[in-house]
């Protein structure tokens, strides 16, 4: 008797932990979603607003194009064609969703990101990808793999991950999301692109870095680069892409060229509230 009352006293704990689970809160569905009293003011809820299932139709469930390449000429070499509640309406209140990702020949990028919303299944079905994310903090540690088709590759709620494609030809993958709106954190665009900009000198004690010119491409390929001192006088250069970001040394002699076929736009945070500019041909021709 003694065993079967603890084995009831264990059920009666199970079922309570679950009526408080179930009980718990939804998981956001968007980024903020503030409480109003007025209901007619209202516009968004966690989630959207659901139709009355007596007129749902097949159609509310159905999605056509995912067979269709994405178009890769951009900066980035990729492109995601997303599949959520905003193209299917049955996918509401479900949790998860589905994107097609094409990937432009060697180099075809989706820069690091996150999902705040949910964990990502990847699969590969044309192409050689390297893929990988890194932990939180304090660790901060990298798992990579190469993926090739067939191949699978899971990155965890939140973190920070990417895919670039190593191989000579495009490649393609499919991959889903446990939420019907994960959402998108691009972490360069985040952090140097923001709206209005981010404190140059927040950026820069962020990054740790004690120089003069902090440099983020914004559009554009930028050929950039800076000059060690005497007698060394080494040349250091390194083509940038959107997202990248260069470092010039304080009192350095560098320079930035734009070689793409479109303008270029670039941020630059420098360490001083006026660090003066020396043009090394005004300077010394002028």
Known sequence: MKGIHSILVVFALLAFACSLASASDASPLQDFC?????????VFV????????KLAGADDFFYS????P????????????????????GLNTLGISLVRIDY????????????????????VVEGTLYVGFVTSNTDNRLFTKVLNPGDVFVFPIGLIHFQFNIGKSRA?????LSSQNAGVITIAKAVFGSDPPINPDVLTKAFQLDKNVMLVVLEGILYVGFVTSNPGNLLITK??????????TVGLIHFQFNIGNINAIAFAGLSSQNPGVITIANAVFG
């Not at 503030?34 to 209202?42: E, L, S, Y």
């Not at 966690?46 to 299932?53: A, E, L, M, T, Y």
């Not at 994405?70 to 309406?89: F, R």
């Open 34 to 42: 503030v409480a109003i009293n007025d209901t007619k003011n209202g």
């Open 46 to 53: 966690n989630g959207k607003f659901c139709k009355d299932p």
């Open 65 to 68: 194009g995912l067979n269709i």
């Open 70 to 89: 994405g178009n890769t000429s951009n900066l980035v070499g990729s492109n995601v064609t997303t599949v959520n509640v905003d193209q299917i309406p």
């Open 104 to 123: 432009a020949p060697y180099g075809g990028l989706i820069p690091p990101h996150t999902h705040p919303r949910g964990t990502e299944i990847l699969v």
């Open 172 to 176: 393609v993958a499919f991959a889903g």
């Open 239 to 248: 083509v940038f892409y959107p997202g990248d970001v260069f470092v010039s």
